[in-house]
């Protein structure tokens, strides 16, 4: 039996890996170009 609950969790629980992960991933693509947009934000 499938409790409703347990399912929602599951699934917030996958869709907030799921984001962490493509930050992981932008992070990694824009490392080069991150710092000089962190800057400009911070600056």
Known sequence: MWKPA???GS?????????VGV???VQRRS???GSIRAARYAG
Request: aromatic share 12%; hydrophobic share 70%.
């Open 11 to 19: 699934t917030a629980w996958g869709l907030w890996l799921a984001a």
């Open 31 to 33: 490392a080069s170009t």
């Open 23 to 25: 930050v992981l991933i």
């Open 6 to 8: 347990g399912l929602i």
